[in-house]
């Protein structure tokens, strides 16, 4: 069974630049998993930031980007602001049809 | 604007079926995307459970395949969930979403979920 990784909980310092990681418990992550990323605030559904590794979706600021890191994909915030405490998701796909596996999760405290 | 919103019973008893409708307003359902469905319990991550094409082609979370049912109706633009032998840990905020196909694999749009809880 495929599990993604991430951190659990990460802090960053307001103006801070922190980057936020997700892995393959078996393997590494490529651009074939097209990794993408979700900010979640509570309440809500979750918000697209970064699809296929490093596109950023409509709206979001430059300040989000992503990446391959090593053998991990990577969602990179600089110039944190108290406005970016969320929950952010991975997602992988995985499946020789479709098959998505998500992360689970990443408290980022800004303080 | 395209939107998506979930419908359902809010409470399913356990071991009965859990059935759940996504309405698409604003886009045709037999375009080219795949339609989805993601849960996540209370205070927990999420987990895709499945998604479906307009054409038939359907995919599942291999965890949940042989309880899950998805179907399409294009003449109402919606799609629907059925689990099947929900249990209490099935409980959680059900979200639909859209995504894309041959290479635009990413979800691009969620509708706002709908807390369904399992409990007799």
């Known amino acids: 069974q495929t599990v993604v990784t991430q951190e659990p909980s990460v802090s960053v310092s307001p103006g801070g630049t922190v980057t936020l990681t997700c892995g393959l418990s078996?393997?590494?992550?490529?651009?074939?998993?097209?990794p993408s990323w979700y900010q979640q605030t509570p309440g809500q559904a979750p918000r697209t930031l970064i699809y296929?590794?490093?596109t950023r979706s409509s709206g979001v600021p430059d300040r989000f980007s992503g990446s391959i890191l090593g053998n991990k994909a990577a969602l990179t915030i600089t110039g944190a602001q108290a406005g970016d405490e969320s929950d952010y998701y991975c997602?992988?796909?995985?499946?020789?049809?479709?098959?998505?596996?998500f992360g689970g999760g990443t408290k980022l405290t800004v303080l | 604007q395209v939107q998506l919103q979930v419908s359902g019973p809010g409470l399913v008893k356990p071991s009965e079926t859990l059935s759940l409708t996504c309405a698409v307003s604003?886009?045709?359902?037999?375009?080219?995307?795949?339609w989805g469905w993601i849960r996540q319990p209370p205070g927990k991550g999420l987990e895709w459970i499945g998604s479906?094409?307009?054409?038939?082609?359907?995919y599942y979370n291999p965890s949940l395949k042989s309880r899950v049912t998805m179907s399409i109706d294009t003449s109402k633009n919606q799609f629907s969930l059925k689990l099947t032998s929900a249990t209490a840990a099935e409980t959680a905020v059900y979200y639909c979403?859209?995504?894309?196909?041959?290479?635009?694999?990413?979800?691009?749009?969620w509708g706002r979920g709908t807390l369904l809880t399992v409990s007799s």
């Open positions: 979403a859209r995504h894309g196909v041959r290479g635009n694999w990413y979800f691009d749009l």
């Open positions: 604003g886009y045709s359902i037999s375009s080219d995307y795949y």
């Open positions: 479906m094409h307009h054409s038939g082609s359907t």
């Open positions: 078996s393997g590494s992550v490529s651009t074939s998993h097209y």
């Open positions: 296929s590794t490093n």
């Open positions: 997602v992988l796909f995985v499946g020789g049809g479709v098959d998505w596996v």
